[in-house]
């Protein structure tokens, strides 16, 4: 991520309560990561570690190492990977920036080939920033890894727009993020296949899902937005 972020991103989790639920995208695995498994799983060799990058506070993390032996969360927010190996203390986590060439490099050369679990992560960066990101991706998966990617869609930022000005009251959570400078859904429709194909990933696998967010709007209807996954694998010439 650029400096400017990471700080963000710094100081957003460390001025966050403690508990589960308090970012607007920490929902429980069940609507998060189990359904995202059966997309992902067929592409993924299970003998190779898995990476879940932007791992938050590890609430998708935990689930994920139920699957597979060895499971790596990373986080560029050294507060959110303390709160996470505080409350599971029986799966790895790191602080790590996914737009480090050098860290990525070192990453790749202690563990080898990975399956990549990316939820959320490329939709609040500089336009300039995601290709560095998906070719740090690409890196790390090397000829064997398998990579799922799910994002924010461009229809989201009509959804927050909305719910925003449905009152004072309305997706606190959400207020919670945009005081901080973290700008949401800045990611065009179409722009994960292209990352994709920039960096010599081949997509084998796409389509769309639903966020079930923590948040609420003033009568209590829970907060929803609209996501795109992408699926891929290094190509080989």
Not at 18 to 32: C, H, Q, Y
Not at 82 to 97: H, I, L, W
Not at 209 to 220: E, K, N, P, V, Y
Request: aromatic share 8%.
């Amino acid at each position: 991520m650029s400096t400017d972020l990471n700080v963000k991103c710094e100081r957003f989790w460390s001025e966050l309560p403690t508990g589960a639920g308090e970012a607007v995208w920490d929902s429980d695995p069940s609507t998060n990561a189990a359904v995202h498994l059966p997309w992902f799983q067929p592409h993924f060799a299970s003998d190779l570690p898995l990476l879940d990058v932007g791992c938050g506070n590890g609430t998708q993390t935990v689930f994920l190492a139920e699957h597979y032996s060895r499971v790596l969360g990373l986080e560029v927010s050294e507060s959110a990977v303390q709160s996470a190996k505080q409350t599971y203390p029986g799966v790895e986590f790191r602080q790590y920036d996914l737009l480090d060439e050098e860290a990525t490099k070192a990453l790749h050369s202690e563990l080898g080939d990975c399956n990549i679990y990316v939820r959320a992560v490329l939709h609040p960066l500089p336009d300039e920033s995601r290709a560095i990101a998906v070719a740090n991706l690409a890196r790390l998966l090397g000829k064997r890894g398998g990579l799922f990617v799910i994002e924010l869609a461009k229809a989201a930022k009509d959804v927050f727009g909305a719910a925003l000005a449905a009152g004072p009251d309305s997706v606190p959570k959400l207020r919670r993020v945009l005081s901080y400078g973290i700008t949401p859904a800045n990611l065009e429709d179409g722009m994960l296949e292209q990352l994709f194909e920039n960096a010599g990933i081949e997509v084998v696998d796409h389509g769309s899902s639903l966020l079930l967010s923590t948040d609420r709007l003033a009568d209590g209807e829970q907060l929803k937005a609209p996501l795109n996954y992408v699926v891929g694998r290094l190509k080989h010439s």
